[in-house]
């Protein structure tokens, strides 16, 4: 029985190269071969991870099928920032934080997710909710772009402090 697990994991790692696939890159969540486009390198990676579960081998199941979640959730992640643009575009910039928070619960190392929140905030005058989420961001990253958005919360925020009543007849 363990000589028939061996030789079907055999088969399939066979398989996989015959199809372009780096073997390493299957069992180990890196970047398949170049000419292998990433949706058939997801499904190649979900069957490596099955035929290895079932031929014993857990471990490069394991390795497989967590990079499979892996690419599923950065793109579900991508979908949601793009949705949240358009969300955001078409005026609804409530529902475009929404999105965008789902972006960063699903990937929250990915700074451009995370600037959108506060960009979203900041045009619901949100401006202290902005600004924590920007702090918060330059704090653990350099980035020109969340620097600007910050500097432009501030802007909006000194604009309201500053701004003339009816009362000084200005």
Avoid: W
């Amino acid at each position: 029985h363990r000589r028939e697990r061996a030789a079907a994991l055999q088969q399939g790692i066979e398989l996989i190269g015959r199809l372009g696939v780096d073997q390493a890159a299957c069992g180990h969540g890196h970047r398949p071969a170049e000419q292998q486009p990433a949706q058939n390198a997801s499904a190649i990676r979900q069957q490596l991870g099955v035929i290895c579960s079932r031929a014993g081998d857990l471990e490069r199941a394991s390795a497989a099928l967590e990079a499979v979640l892996d690419i599923q959730q950065r793109r579900s992640a991508a979908a949601a920032h793009e949705l949240g643009f358009i969300y955001e575009q078409q005026g609804q910039v409530e529902r475009a934080l929404e999105t965008y928070r789902q972006a960063v619960a699903s990937v929250p190392a990915e700074i451009p997710y995370r600037r959108s929140v506060a960009v979203a905030l900041r045009k619901l005058g949100r401006s202290a909710e902005a600004e924590a989420e920007l702090t918060d961001l330059l704090a653990g990253a350099a980035d020109a772009a969340a620097l600007a958005e910050l500097s432009m919360v501030y802007a909006e925020t000194c604009l309201l402090y500053t701004s003339p009543s009816p009362r000084d007849g200005l």
